[in-house]
């Protein structure tokens, strides 16, 4: 007996002990980066090796690289969320449905709306997104909408519907049928491309004929989808405007009010429905808590971690990673992704001693979709139109989904 | 060729002479009494015996009886429409789409919106229906939303829908998510039980939990369903307010504004949706053609005649029968059709040189369903409940469907 409790002693001690040396990596937020994280950290990690702790504000990830299609209506946004529960291993994931308040860095604390005490941590993975970036466009941020996560987007999609509805019922005043669509970059021209999809099957549920409904793109830049291959931007244009769509490029968007937006120069669109694209900062959160931004996002190390800070990493749409040539990578899914996954592996390192690994971006492709049957992109340094980039664009949905939650998660919610 | 030139003349004459006798008999509206008039005459006219027109603002009949359905969201609203042009004998009834815009019946004279030229007739058929009757209650006419037509019900269909979507994307004010229906009525009550069919789906579809959800009938007189079987009201009471419904019987509405209604003694109940059902009156242009009315109706002769024009017959919401003791039918879908055959008759007695029969409502029973699966209604003598009373509503709809469209229509719209 006295040998029998002398080893359990011994042995509650040296659990004691590892209990204390656990360390305590906390992840906040579930997008691409906080999530490829996560799931890295699940796949590698043995139980007890680690506490790992995953905070978001709702109980979902949502794919912000299809939030364009439920904005639209043209999917339902079950397609475009995945169910945090559904994919994490709750024996090494600890997942808390909170909002952040606050973060404190040199105290290694974050504060969250519904809790008094402060979540610790050892390690810390900032994946808290962006916000949409309004360059002070006045007004903007009152009276258009933005595709931002699932609240967001089914407030387009009702908000489309009724305006048509109010166009039946009420006066039949052009501006309540009259979509203005602000930015053409990627998220812009996917937005529209959906539009165009969604028209017919709109116009048919609200009486309205489908050439009384307007839809206008906005783009201050001199070309839609700055930055892109001209050629794909052509082929894009082309095909938008053969659907309907209005562009009006070299054209800053100076006022959005209530009636629709104030074009410089002075032209006013009246419109019902403004969706503004133009452009995303950080989160808020992360110039609240100290660290030094350029719009809202932190200069990172080769290592990911916020310039000062050993033990805090940032991620996704919150950080800025700079190319060769010292120009920023602009924010993106494959980016964040593939940040979540060199974070999960340097915490790895840092946990079992071993030595971090820096981080480069490797630039698979760049896919754009036009609605539902077409698409545009370049792989590697090959050129994609038409239905195969459409079908390279849902392999490559339906790989995150796989990446996420296997093949079950994949059947789930890739056809919906 | 003599013979053949003479003959031909004659004929030529005599077709003219045909032609100038026929008479023209123009139909308003083409609700439950319009539509039954032309599917009279139409069934028992033959070709040249007559020029039939049927005037209507939409391409479509609506099914009234069933506009509870699609404004709830729980039926899609082609379910309670027809095209016209589906069900009429292009050959013996000429459509004109167009919304009257007076009647000057010392004239015989139809004025259209959209049409220089005055319609003339030798007998006018007025089933122009009913517009909302509000009593005088401050802001309903602009704040409430009503249960008409297809438009309007589209419109509060996508309004609840709105409202629930802002709650989710915007601050989480009860009253977005708070419903007042005004009238406890047959109409009121049959949109509080689609109401009550729709929360669960329409709470998953925007991540709101259903207890959240208000729902609130308000009725001024004291009890439900006035002057309708107390047992079935109390059935019909209890069975929504375990689906969650609040009643406020004995409670009139004293104003109605942005915010929601105020109820008499001054307590207010905040509702970003109130939709009135408390009663309707007679169309506006009956008025203002001249003819005396009791609250927009016509007290019509026993021929459904307006009394000092043998050649105006006034059917439907229109017009206002009364019973044995005196007091008037109420305006159902029944009495309309019943209204609409027996005129259909009496023209063709009228074209033939026969003798009119006078009009007798034949009440069949009364019927009103409290969401998909239930129903309280009066079938002769015998009251019936639950799913038997659901089955027999749903077949008289189907009834109606075959009176127009026969099995073609039944089965293109009985089954959505």
Request: charged share 25%; net charge neutral; proline share 4%.
């Amino acid at each position: 007996m006295g040998l029998c409790d002398n080893s359990l002693i011994k042995y509650k001690a040296l659990e004691v002990i590892r209990m204390e040396k656990k360390p305590k990596i906390v992840v906040l937020g579930a997008g691409y980066s906080g999530m490829m994280t996560v799931i890295g950290l699940q796949k590698q990690l043995q139980y007890n090796e680690a506490e790992v702790i995953l905070v978001n504000q709702h109980t979902y990830h949502y794919l912000t690289t299809k939030l364009h299609e439920p904005a639209a209506g043209t999917r339902h946004h079950e397609a475009a969320r995945v169910l945090i529960e559904d994919v994490i291993d709750p024996r090494k994931i600890t997942f808390i449905q909170d909002k952040v308040k606050g973060i404190r860095p040199k105290e290694r604390a974050v504060d969250l709306v519904n809790r008094e005490e402060p979540l610790t941590y050892d390690y810390l993975v900032i994946g808290l997104g962006s916000a949409p970036e309004t360059f002070g466009i006045r007004g903007l941020k009152e009276n258009a909408f933005f595709i931002r996560n699932i609240d967001s987007v089914r407030m387009i999609r009702e908000h489309i519907e009724y305006m048509f509805a109010k166009y039946r019922n009420e006066e039949q005043r052009d501006e309540y049928i009259t979509i203005v669509v602000g930015g053409a970059g990627f998220t812009g021209v996917e937005f529209v491309g959906e539009l165009v999809d969604r028209m017919p099957r709109l116009c048919r549920e609200f009486d309205i004929p489908r050439e009384k409904v307007r839809l206008i793109s906005i783009e201050a830049a001199p070309t839609v989808l700055p930055g892109f291959d001209p050629e794909l931007v052509q082929y894009a244009v082309e095909y938008l405007e053969k659907q309907g769509v209005e562009f009006r490029i070299n054209t800053p968007i100076e006022q959005c009010d209530e009636d629709g937006v104030i074009l410089k120069g002075g032209e006013e669109i009246k419109a019902a429905t403004v969706v503004w694209t133009g452009g995303v900062r950080g989160n808020h959160l992360i110039e609240e808590a100290g660290f030094e931004t350029m719009r809202g996002r932190v200069k990172v190390d080769e290592y990911l971690r916020a310039p000062g800070y050993e033990d805090v990493f940032v991620v996704g749409d919150c950080s800025l990673v700079f190319n060769d040539e010292g120009r920023p990578y602009p924010p993106t899914a494959q980016i964040a992704s593939q940040q979540g996954s060199k974070v999960a592996k340097n915490l790895i390192a840092l946990i079992r001693g071993g030595k971090m690994q820096p981080f480069r971006f490797d630039l698979k492709g760049t896919l754009a979709s036009l609605g539902r049957h077409n698409a545009i992109g370049i792989i590697g340094k090959r050129k994609v139109f038409g239905s195969t980039a459409s079908f390279l664009k849902w392999a490559n949905d339906l790989r995150w989904l796989y990446t996420l939650g296997g093949v079950p998660l994949v059947l789930r919610k890739g056809f919906i």
